[in-house]
């Protein structure tokens, strides 16, 4: 399972007109970080563009950068399913993905995730924000970029650079795992 999520990050007075972008849906003027994980929150893909591209094309963009894993998957294995939040189009990303490869469509699915309903929080005795089934593990990722200062907000003048300083956040945050006492 990979489970993908956007993250808008405001911009600094340094980011380049490049870098620079506003997202209404979030109100925010930067950049949007692309995020695809897998179930423990480690990184399979990662992506920074401008905050105006909408989720759809930038989940597209990178899926483009990475096209090479799924064409070596093979057909026969299970499909490799991709969770997503409603800020994306399923329909949108499957006909827009089939142009780049016309075969990945049988070596992936999408899904959305699950929301609880008011009503369902209600009956839970739960109030405010539920984390939604399995999507709480890309909002950890996130919260563990957030624990970078550097990745606070954008102070990349490109969003190359901005995409190699969260590599190196999950590098960093990968490191410090397989050195740990066991």
Partial sequence: MIIID???VKNTCNASVESKGFCFYKATNGI???LAIDTLGFPFFTHCIRANISDDAGLIEMFTLNIGYFKSKPIDIPKIT???DHGYHPEYLTQELEQIYPEIMTKIQFQLSTKPSKQ???AQGKCGFVPAIARWVIERSNAWMERCKILVKNFERTLVGATAKLNLCFIRL???RLAAPS
């Fill in 6 to 8: 956007s993250q808008a």
């Fill in 32 to 34: 949007k970080r692309h």
């Fill in 82 to 84: 991709i969770l997503l």
């Fill in 120 to 122: 369902e929080k209600v």
């Fill in 174 to 176: 990968m490191i410090k």
